[in-house]
């Protein structure tokens, strides 16, 4: 294994499936061999005027590769059940050198390292090991601390993870790295995800509990503790809207629009509104964009006819574009029809995203400031020879 005082060192952070495929079928493989394949695949990566299709292996590999390179291809398709596209061994093989798992022979060819093996037969010590070092382990424990998050809602703590323990620091690489590992995760059960929500499963849970890196400590249970009241209250406002007057509603929502940005937002009168509730104007750059919005308080999905009354009243508002607005949900017709070719453009909005704004800019509910102390162990941490003997 290599030194590990460095910290998530693989950006394009594979999938282990794709390491245990690739690793596999570098024993006995020559290290000019290997090289030449990549630098061949890089060769005809293509531009984004000009992009290159590497979707079907089974096309391309006798198409753009020849001799040596093709029965490399075709054998990394073949023994990965065609599992492993050839043209996506880069991460895999950056991760195998660099936690070498494999070692380069007299004559120049990879063998499976001691590490290797040990990582081909799924070893819970050194994939614990890998995890700690490439801060899956971090991440798998910021998941935990909240009931189900976003991916945006994980960023700024794994940024701040990053910032400490490695060289990365892009918001573009930034987010990748967290994307990767997100997938590594979930390729391993360890955490699940249900649209855009990602929370920890019970094997993440107890895959946490036997790391002793990462056991509960007080910090940890006040930040659980914080996540459950904040789950909670966000179901009682659920509730709150769902019983709450509708003029009120509408009016909520005006302070909602108001929040995000939006000017001259009026709520329209209850008779001959067309089926339009709120009215507000919004700036993207120098143009001035005049929008609708109707809202609705059904449990279930919205159907297709209600996006239609709504596109049909735009002109009588002078909007180019409308807001649907719905505590449910919305149905595939509908959602379909959002955006079509020709028409002004409906944007869905669906309970758990109503939500989701509402706690983002405070409508409807109050952020409480809540302070803790830990010891600073930074400060006690100093080399013993920076103290003079006469102290």
């Not at 499976?112 to 995890?131: M, P, Q, R, V, Y």
């Not at 590992?181 to 895959?207: Q, V």
């Not at 909005?349 to 983002?360: M, P, S």
């Amino acid at each position: 294994m290599a030194d590990s005082s460095h910290k998530v060192r693989t950006p394009l952070f594979p999938l282990y499936s794709n390491v245990w495929n690739l690793l596999e079928v570098l024993d006995g493989v020559s290290k000019s061999q290997m090289t030449h394949f990549i630098q061949s695949i890089k060769d005809q990566t293509g531009t984004p005027q000009n992009p290159v299709d590497w979707t079907e292996p089974d096309s391309w590999i006798p198409e753009r590769l020849k001799n040596e390179d093709a029965a490399l291809a075709k054998r990394i398709w073949k023994e990965s059940k065609q599992n492993l596209n050839p043209r996506h061994v880069f991460g895999p093989f950056w991760f195998i050198n660099g936690f070498n798992l494999v070692n380069t022979d007299a004559q120049g060819k990879f063998q499976i390292s001691e590490a290797g093996n040990s990582f081909l037969k799924k070893d819970k010590n050194i994939i614990k090991e890998l995890d700690d070092i490439e801060g899956l382990i971090k991440l798998l424990s910021i998941v935990a601390s909240k009931p189900k998050s976003k991916k945006s809602q994980l960023i700024s703590d794994w940024a701040e993870f990053l910032f400490e323990y490695s060289k990365f620091g892009t918001p573009s690489t930034i987010s990748d790295t967290l994307r990767r590992r997100l997938n590594n995760l979930l390729e391993r059960k360890l955490i699940d995800r249900e649209g855009i929500y990602y929370s920890i499963t019970e094997s993440g849970l107890k895959y946490l509990e036997d790391t002793d890196k990462y056991k509960d400590d007080e910090i940890k249970q006040i930040r659980r503790l914080l996540a459950s009241q904040n789950a909670g209250q966000r179901q009682i406002l659920k509730e709150k809207l769902s019983k709450m007057h509708p003029y009120r509603f509408e009016k909520l929502i005006r302070d909602l629009l108001e929040a995000m940005g939006y000017s001259d937002v009026e709520v329209t009168k209850e008779v001959g509104d067309k089926g339009v509730d709120v009215v507000g104007t919004i700036q993207f750059g120098i143009t001035t964009i005049k929008e609708v919005v109707q809202v609705k308080r059904h449990q279930g999905n919205i159907q297709r006819s209600v996006l239609d009354q709504l596109r049909g009243a735009l002109h009588y508002h002078d909007a180019i574009q409308g807001t649907l607005i719905n505590l449910g949900g919305f149905s595939k017709g509908c959602q379909e029809g959002s955006i079509y070719p020709g028409a002004p453009p409906i944007s869905l909005i669906d309970g758990e995203r109503l939500l989701d704004l509402l706690t983002e800019h405070e409508i409807g509910l109050k952020k409480r400031k809540v302070e803790f102390f830990e010891v600073d162990h930074s400060i006690f941490e100093g080399e013993t020879d920076e103290i003079s003997d006469n102290e």
